[in-house]
């Protein structure tokens, strides 16, 4: 099975469709122009990332939602990391960005603890983006 590992042994990444795993439908609610992947640990599904690419070259943006128990964990953390690695790593994307009300403290956080950086407005969200490194 395609995974994508994480900096937590424990915690992983894969790509998933509606009603592959019932316990995450309700996140997979997004247009489905987002490629959508379950965030698991120690195999039980906790949330979603997802990537969407952008009008912009070489951009995607990113999103990440954990269910109301396992919240508060760092797991988005860990997960928009691994997601960004492999968006920049394996898919060769240089920027990805996330959109994020302002009034969305623990999101910013999540983003600036994976290192993204406030680059401005697009809307009502602020805009966070990461820049791949030089040597990808
Ligand atoms: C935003 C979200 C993904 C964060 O998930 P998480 O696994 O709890 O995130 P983390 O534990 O990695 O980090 C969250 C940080 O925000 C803090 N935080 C949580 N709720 C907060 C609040 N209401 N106000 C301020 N800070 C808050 C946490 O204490 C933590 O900070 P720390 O690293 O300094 O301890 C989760 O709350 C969620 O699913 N929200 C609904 C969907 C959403 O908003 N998605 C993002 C759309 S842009």
Redo the contacts with the bound molecule.
Sequence with gaps: MFQIPTEKENITLRPIVRNAVPELNPMLVRGSDWTNFGIFEDGVPI?VTRLHLRDEPSTVEL????TGR?????????AAKAITEYAEGELGYERVI????PI????Q??AK?SGFVETGKEGNFLVYAHQAPKNL
């Design positions: 949330g999103g990440y939602e954990i396992r919240k508060g964990n760092g797991f988005a953390t860990v996330a959109k994020i009300d969305n403290i623990a999101s956080k999540v603890k």
